[in-house]
């Protein structure tokens, strides 16, 4: 039947349902339970013999005789529903199969038990529409299996797939277990503006969009960085932000040009103090989520009760590259990449180049947690110099291929912070669309002080991925960005 057909049949019904008084829509429900608090106190509910109400969406309808069998599902459980017509009428009955449909949201009332087989009921003395649906379900993904079409219609894909549904409240389990913990460690929770007259923080290309009322550019933020740093000038000593930013690149397996990311700051903290908190917070948020530190992920068991493993960019780079990088000029790393099979575009520095070999070659061997250290300075402008000039104190989090965070000795030397600016918009005169601008109120800032701080900042999609198994971001984002059919 074409679905212009269902919905046709549909109205009618709808309209039956007004014709004899009933408002398909009301406002409230006199549900006393959720489907799955009446299956956890089920038994001590069936002896008591009260009267129970249940509420959900109608999944299956199945008849026989003067008996009619829902599946009623309400997000916290499935049961059966048993409407007949000994119960509640033969004239009721009949109106009841009249007008019901699969998807229709109902409320039934009565009272618990177990049918010949043992499976667990209720038993109908009464029903109420609550929302009449004017579309039929999928049935099991027949009719939806475009993978696409799950993303575009997140709502059927909730409702036909028990185990999507699961991925967002581990999600949610994961962003609660996080508060939690920064909050047990005194950190304050903040919000920076998602709207900033000049992006910063990271290396990405911005949106750009216009505000009206000022007559003024606006970007949407690329990273909350520079305004959490501010904060920590002005007196906040620990603060974090879960935060969404957007950047203006590909998508991939990985990638969403929206996602979500959690990002802290501690004044008088270092990065030898910042990998002993991740340790705890990551074994804390894991164990929060999976009920086990330990979880597998693509056939891999990874371990993050820690001691995570470190390695510096350099020796890893001389492990798997072959090629000693203190030494390497730009085309020592373009043979490289070549002998690699590394495709490489619009790369205008040896560390450019160096760290897209880093991310296609170095990354995805790097299964086990893992610390790496002592980035090279040009590719992480943010952050503090080591003893090598060359290199910056910072390191990057790895588990199961996936870059998770990235943490950097923040820079705090204002006349260093704006040369490293001034390199940064040399790069993008050479064609480096995502290099980071010269943010002068940011430098004013610094010129103020700042004290020694550690941040860090941890991808919640990926991280989200990792936990529940999925090899897609767009498996753990709601909404993820989709371009329109045609």
Do not use: C
Request: overall charge negative; glycine content about 8%; proline content about 4%.
């Amino acid at each position: 039947m074409a679905l212009d057909d269902f919905r046709n049949e549909r109205l009618k019904k709808l309209a039956r349902l007004r014709e004899a008084g009933i408002d398909p829509y009301p406002t409230a429900s006199a549900r006393t339970h959720r489907i799955g608090e009446a299956l956890e106190q089920f038994d001590a509910l069936e002896a008591s013999r009260g009267s129970v109400t249940l509420a959900g969406r109608v999944m299956a309808q199945r008849g026989h005789g003067g008996l009619t069998f829902l599946d009623l599902a309400d997000g916290s459980g499935t049961i059966q529903a048993l409407v007949g017509a000994d119960r509640i009428g033969q004239d009721a009955y009949d109106f009841f199969v009249s007008v019901i449909d699969i998807g229709d949201i109902v409320e039934v009332s009565g009272t618990l038990g177990k049918t010949k087989r043992g499976e667990r009921s209720i038993e109908a003395s009464g029903w109420t529409m609550l929302t009449k649906s004017l579309l039929p379900l999928p049935e099991k993904w027949h009719g939806l299996t475009d993978t696409d079409e799950r993303y575009r219609k997140r709502y059927l894909d909730l409702i036909a797939n028990d185990s999507v549904r699961d991925t967002f409240v581990k999600r949610s389990r994961l962003t609660r277990a996080l508060r939690e913990f920064l909050d047990g460690e005194g950190f304050t929770e903040v919000t920076t503006p998602t709207l900033q007259p000049l992006y910063g923080g990271a290396s990405a290309r911005p949106f750009k969009t216009h505000m009206n009322a000022l007559d003024m550019d606006l970007f949407l933020r690329i990273a909350p960085e520079l305004y959490l740093k501010r904060l920590v000038v002005g007196g906040m000593q620990s603060v974090y932000e879960f935060t969404t930013n957007f950047r203006n690149e590909g998508m991939d397996r990985d990638h969403n040009p929206e996602f979500s990311a959690l990002e802290f700051y501690a004044a008088y903290r270092d990065l030898a103090w910042a990998m002993t908190l991740t340790e705890r917070m990551l074994a804390h948020a894991v164990a929060a989520v999976t009920g086990s530190q330990t979880l597998t992920y693509e056939g891999n068991e990874i371990d993050f009760s820690g001691p995570y493993r470190r390695a510096t960019f350099s020796d890893l780079f001389q492990e798997h590259i072959g090629v000693d990088f203190l030494s390497a000029t730009y085309e020592d790393l373009d043979a490289a990449a070549q002998r690699l099979g590394v495709r490489v575009e619009k790369v205008v520095s040896r560390e450019g180049l160096a760290d897209e070999l880093f991310k296609k070659v170095i990354r995805k061997t790097l299964i086990a947690p893992t610390f790496v250290t002592d980035w090279p300075a040009q590719l992480l402008p943010l952050a503090k110099r080591t003893s090598q000039q060359d290199f910056v104190w910072a390191f990057q989090f790895f588990a199961a291929g996936f870059e998770l965070i990235k943490a950097f000795g923040e820079l705090n030397d204002p006349i260093d912070q704006r040369e490293r600016f001034a390199a940064q918009e040399a790069n993008r005169a050479k064609g480096d669309e995502e290099a980071q601008r010269m943010d002068e109120d940011f430098v004013e800032a610094l010129e103020y002080g700042m004290p020694p701080t550690a941040g860090w900042g941890l991808g919640l999609d990926r991280f989200t991925m990792l936990l529940t198994g999925n090899h897609s971001i767009r498996d753990v984002i709601l909404f993820p960005t989709m371009k329109p059919r045609e």
